[in-house]
């Protein structure tokens, strides 16, 4: 009979793929190796961790978990407009199940396969679960999409529907947790990076940011770093099918201060417009033009004849 897994079979076993494909050296030395950037390059570097019995339930499956790990941060890149290059892996567990460890390997690499983005190293204990990943990746020098970009005049732009994830936390709180295959679920445990989105936004958007914390919340810090105001236009918010037949102010609640929806927001400047709408079908997402940046310092809620609409929600803040 085996006996137990230890931290380097764990390794070796779960996680080394091999030699490695883009970086100089990876798994299995003191540092990971990176070749400089090709000329007129530079590194885009983000950081996330997902901590058991704060951001994981304890129903989740741990192949969701896998690709929930690399797919938030993989959604940083996306707002910078960035293409993946390769990430670490920090994982604390409070023990070395291979089951589980399968599991969670094989949802974490098939995102990173679909992405081309290489494991190149990281760090195991034992302790409270938590997985961390930081992520590297390129983006052409004056490419980048910036929080600080945005211009009064220009359009503010939302991918995808809103609100699904939160609904999803809001029924496992409240004692109704959703099945794993429902859409809302879906939405919480594997969302999407929009990678092709940042990429294809790099020439057309003028700012960028990850809707994470909630569309206000993440709004407010584009606002914040360009030093502009808005006004965001509800009946014009895509508020996931999920949301239907709730009541509208709990509607609006998910919608826009939820958190969890991994869909990027952007300004763009109105000749943008055709272009942008174009990149909807062609990248099959729904992009919604959701209102308007303005030379004020915050962000404005109306309805569809601009009458202002009462709203003290905001984004999720760990320490609030």
């Known amino acids: 009979m085996a006996g137990p897994l230890g931290e380097f079979q764990l390794i070796g076993r779960f996680f080394d793929r091999g030699p490695a494909r883009k970086a100089l050296l990876g798994i299995g030395d003191d540092c990971a190796l990176l070749g400089a950037p090709a000329c007129g390059e530079g590194l885009a570097i983000a950081t ?35 293409r993946p290059l390769a990430f670490t892996l ?20 098939a995102l990173a396969d679909r992405f081309d983005c290489e494991l190149i190293g990281g760090d195991t204990t034992r302790g409270p679960l938590n997985v961390c990943i930081t992520v590297i990746g390129q ?5 980048a999409l910036r929080r600080d970009g945005a211009q009064p ?76 105001g808005a006004r965001l236009v509800w009946p014009a918010v895509p508020v996931a099918p999920a949301l239907r037949g ?29 272009a942008i709408e174009a990149l909807g079908p062609r990248l099959g997402l729904q992009l919604s033009r959701i209102g308007a940046f303005d030379a004020g310092d915050s962000m404005r809620l109306v309805d569809e004849r601009d009458r202002p609409i009462a709203f003290e929600g905001h984004g999720f803040d760990h320490f609030a």
């Not at 990678?195 to 914040?224: K, N, T, Y």
């Open 246 to 274: 709730l009541p509208g102010a709990r509607r609006m609640q998910l919608a826009l201060a939820g958190g969890d929806d991994y869909e990027l927001l952007f300004a763009a400047a109105p000749e943008n417009r055709v």
């Open 90 to 109: 920090a994982l604390a567990l409070p023990q070395a199940d291979e089951a589980w460890l399968r599991g969670f390997s094989r949802g974490m690499f």
């Open 139 to 143: 983006v052409p020098a004056g490419s």
């Open 153 to 228: 005049g220009d359009d503010l732009w939302v991918s995808g529907e809103l609100g699904a994830a939160a609904f999803a936390v809001a029924e496992r709180q409240a004692g109704r947790p959703l099945p794993a295959d429902h859409p809302a679920r879906v939405r919480l445990d594997r969302p999407e990076p929009r990678v092709a989105l940042g990429l294809a936004l790099r020439h057309l958007a003028r700012a960028a940011i990850d809707v994470s914390d909630g569309l206000a919340g993440d709004l407010g810090h584009l606002l914040e770093r360009s030093r502009v």
């Open 48 to 82: 996330d961790m997902l901590v058991g019995g704060r951001h994981v339930f304890d129903d989740v499956e741990p192949e969701a978990l896998g690709h929930k790990g690399l797919a938030v941060n993989l959604s940083d890149l996306a707002a910078m407009g960035a």
